[in-house]
């Protein structure tokens, strides 16, 4: 079925590690985005990109990495983990026609950082 | 930065009763989206409301923008187990980016 694919589902890691989230989509969206989502905070902004080669930061960067080297992937790099990252993560990607939008998310990424 | 305010945060119910979720800001959006979020699960589109003061119907679910496009509510009626989950608006600014509320989590007992 068409829709985006995150990987992996679950993840463990030790403070300092680093690690990549994937995160693909086969839609041909041009915009993509990465959120984490925290008890009680709703879902908040990470980086997006609005088209290969182009990205942006967005609410909460700090400690987070992106590129977008082909429209249909969006990885999420950790540079150097910390207990506050431990956090579900969501890649959406969105299509735009004519002033209408549409987010389609992924099933998520559940990160514990220890 | 925008921020949506959601109330109540926590809703439990009895099957078949109405509710109404709201969704508050001193901002205002150009457009406006409800989802639905299960378990494990990302959130899933409900609707989109663009105009002030717009109305949708989805089958038992009433969703309005308010008039000066600061505001929405999401109406329930005869609620059912299966409309469990945790319901999140998102508005939409100047910038393509969303700004989500903190969700309401509602449960609907049998």
């Known amino acids: 079925n068409a829709g985006v694919t995150q990987t992996p589902k679950f993840q463990v890691l030790k403070t300092g590690q680093s690690m990549t989230l994937q995160c693909a989509q086969d839609?041909?969206?041009?915009?993509m985005s990465w959120y984490r989502q925290d008890p009680g905070m709703g879902l908040r902004l990470i980086h997006y990109?609005?088209?290969?080669?182009?990205?942006d930061q967005g609410e909460v960067p700090n400690g987070y990495n992106v590129s977008r080297s082909t429209t249909e992937d969006f990885p999420l790099r950790l540079l150097s983990a910390a207990p506050s990252q431990t956090s579900v993560y969501f890649c959406?990607?969105?299509?735009?026609?004519?002033?209408?939008?549409?987010?389609?998310f992924g099933s998520g990424t559940r990160l514990t950082v220890v | 930065t925008q921020l949506l305010e959601q109330s109540p945060q926590f809703l439990s119910i009895q099957e078949g009763e109405n509710l109404t979720v709201y969704c508050n800001s001193s901002?205002?959006?150009?457009?406006l989206q409800w989802y639905r979020q299960e378990p494990g699960e990302g959130p899933v589109l409900l609707v989109t409301?663009?105009?002030?003061?717009e109305v949708k119907k989805l089958k038992r679910l009433t969703f309005q923008f308010g008039d000066a496009r600061k505001d929405s509510s999401l109406h329930i009626t005869a609620a059912q187990p299966g409309d469990t989950g945790l319901y999140l608006c998102?508005?939409?600014?100047?910038?393509?980016?969303?700004?989500f509320g903190s969700g309401t989590q509602l449960t609907v007992l049998p």
């Open positions: 839609m041909n969206h041009e915009y």
């Open positions: 959406a990607s969105s299509y735009s026609h004519r002033g209408n939008y549409g987010y389609t």
């Open positions: 409301v663009v105009t002030g003061g």
């Open positions: 901002s205002v959006f150009s457009s």
């Open positions: 990109s609005v088209g290969a080669g182009i990205t």
């Open positions: 998102a508005g939409r600014g100047s910038a393509r980016q969303l700004t």
